[in-house]
């Protein structure tokens, strides 16, 4: 089955560490995007890629940091320079980055960083 | 700003019927999406709603209100599995989502 699967699960991090979150999609969809989840918040956008080899800031960029050099993956590192970073990250994907018709978004089941 | 407004929890019985809604106030409207989102798990896509009226999927249904900025989805014959967040997004005039903090449903027996 097609899917989008995001690693580790959870995840601990000290302060002053680098942590990357895996994402994988075999939905062969050319955009994919990072989203944060927190506590009584809506989901914030941090970095969307339209195309391999291409991808733009969100809201929330800043301490993050992404790369798409395969359409199947969009791996996202959460920097030292995130002051906040515990969160539940969620990786999706749609099947273009153009934004006609509903552009549905298929989500993974998250990786949940805790910071020590 | 933008501003996507929804009640932060309710609670319902099973087998009645639940109405959760979602006013918006963004920068234009290009679409509003309703996606379901288990606890710890991920956001699954439920409706999606870009002109005014009622769209109905099974047990689930969704109204727009454009003039209104005002959108509800409507669960009948709730079940136990139905417990979980809704989230509420609000496509903006630069096609991007803009999301509310989701209503968690609770359902009793």
């Known amino acids: 089955d097609g899917g989008i699967t995001q690693s580790p699960k959870y995840l601990f991090r000290k302060e002053g560490q680098n942590v990357t979150l895996s994402c994988e999609q075999n939905?062969?969809?050319?955009?994919m995007y990072w989203y944060r989840q927190d506590p009584g918040q809506g989901l914030r956008l941090i970095y969307y890629s339209q195309i391999v080899n291409d991808f733009q800031k969100g809201d929330i960029a800043e301490g993050y940091s992404v790369s798409r050099e395969k359409k199947e993956s969009f791996p996202l590192t959460v920097t030292s320079a995130q002051k906040n970073p515990t969160a539940f990250y969620l990786c999706?994907?749609?099947?273009?980055?153009?934004?006609?018709?509903?552009?549905?978004?298929?989500f993974g089941a998250g990786s949940r960083l805790t910071v020590l | 700003g933008q501003n996507i407004d929804q009640p932060t929890e309710m609670t319902a019985t099973e087998g009645a019927i639940v109405q959760i809604n979602c006013t918006y106030q963004?920068?234009?409207?290009?679409?509003l999406f309703w996606y379901q989102q288990h606890a710890g798990e991920a956001p699954t896509f439920l409706s999606y709603n870009v002109l005014d009226g009622l769209e109905e999927k099974g047990r689930f249904s969704s109204f727009l209100s454009r003039s209104k900025g005002y959108s509800y989805l409507l669960l009948k014959e709730l079940q136990m599995k139905d417990s979980a967040s809704y989230l509420c997004?609000?496509?903006?005039?630069?096609?991007?989502?803009?999301w509310g903090a989701g209503t968690k449903l609770i359902i009793k027996p």
């Open positions: 999706a994907s749609s099947i273009g980055g153009d934004i006609s018709g509903a552009n549905v978004l298929t």
């Open positions: 939905l062969n969809h050319d955009a």
């Open positions: 997004a609000v496509r903006d005039s630069n096609y991007q989502l803009i």
């Open positions: 963004t920068s234009g409207f290009n679409g």
